[in-house]
C-alpha cells in the first residue's frame, strides 16, 4: 500500500524566503512526527500530533516554526524567514493505532524534503 | 525527559565478524525501535521491543531489550557487505503517548 509521502523532495530557498513542506501520512494512523536531520546527524525531534490531542511542540526550534495538522490527514511544516541554519533533510513519520495502545507501533517515514537555503 | 546514547558512532568491521551496538537510555522506557537508514534514504523499522526480555532476530541481526538495566542491543553475526548503512535505536516514555527520541545513530561499515 502507500507509504508516507513527503513533497516536495527537494527545495532549495534563499534566505529570508517562507517555505512549506507538506506530508501525506498513510491512511488511518493517528500519530504524526516531524523530525529534522542535519547532514551526517541524528535525527531532532520537531513536533508531535497524536489524533485529537494538543501537539507536542516541544522541539519546535523558533517561532519561525509551525506546524499544521488537519484530524488524522496532511500535515504542513512552515519555516518563516528561512536561514542557512536551517538546511537539513525534514522527515516526517506516521503510526498507527495497535488495539489498546495507541503508541506501540513503529513509526513509518517519508522520503524526506531535502530544504537547501541560500 | 528521556535520553538515548547509542555506541560506538562507528564501526568498521571485517565480513564474517560478530559485534554488538549498545543503546542506553535515561528513564522508563516501555518501547524500543531499532532503524536502518542507508545513505541518502529514509529510515526502514527493524525492530520492536516492548517488554523486558524481549529479544527478535532478523536474519544476521538480533536485537534484546532489557528494561531494568535500560539497555537495547543489536547484535550482528557474521557481518556482509550488505549491513553497511546507519543504525537508529529509539524509545519512548513509559506509559505516556510521547515522542520518540532517537539516538545518535551508529554508522556501520562492513569491509571485505
Known amino acids: 500500500g502507500a507509504g508516507v509521502s513527503q513533497s516536495p523532495s527537494n527545495k532549495v530557498t534563499e534566505k529570508g524566503k517562507d517555505v512549506e513542506l507538506r506530508c501525506d501520512p498513510i491512511?488511518?494512523?493517528?500519530?504524526l512526527y516531524w523530525y529534522r536531520q542535519r547532514l551526517g546527524q541524528g535525527l531532532e525531534f520537531l513536533i508531535y500530533?497524536?489524533?485529537?490531542?494538543?501537539?507536542?511542540k516541544s522541539g519546535l526550534p523558533s517561532d519561525r516554526f509551525s506546524a499544521e495538522r488537519t484530524g488524522e490527514s496532511v500535515s504542513t511544516l512552515t519555516i518563516q524567514r528561512t536561514q542557512q541554519e536551517d538546511s537539513a533533510v525534514y522527515l516526517c513519520?506516521?503510526?498507527?493505532?495497535?488495539?489498546?495502545?495507541?503508541?506501540?507501533?513503529?513509526?513509518?517515514f517519508g522520503n524526506g524534503t531535502r530544504l537547501t537555503v541560500t | 525527559e528521556l535520553k538515548v546514547e547509542q555506541n560506538p558512532l562507528f564501526l568498521s568491521m571485517q565480513e564474517g565478524k560478530n559485534y554488538t551496538i549498545y543503546c542506553n537510555y535515561s528513564?522508563?522506557?516501555?518501547?524500543l525501535y531499532w532503524y536502518r537508514q542507508d545513505p541518502g534514504k529514509s529510515l526502514e523499522s527493524l525492530f520492536v521491543l516492548l517488554s523486558n526480555g524481549a529479544v527478535k532476530q532478523e536474519g544476521r541481526l538480533m536485537a534484546s531489550l532489557d528494561t531494568k538495566a535500560r539497555l537495547s542491543t543489536l547484535h550482528i553475526t557474521a557481518a556482509v557487505h550488505d549491513l553497511s548503512a546507519t543504525y537508529f535505536c529509539a524509545g519512548g516514555v513509559t506509559g505516556t503517548a510521547s515522542k520518540l527520541t532517537f539516538g545518535t545513530g551508529t554508522r556501520l561499515q562492513v569491509t571485505l
Open positions: 513519520a506516521s503510526s498507527r493505532k495497535l488495539g489498546g495502545a495507541s503508541y506501540n507501533s513503529p513509526l513509518h
Open positions: 528513564t522508563t522506557s516501555d518501547r
Open positions: 500530533f497524536q489524533g485529537n490531542s494538543a501537539p507536542d
Open positions: 491512511s488511518g494512523h493517528t500519530a
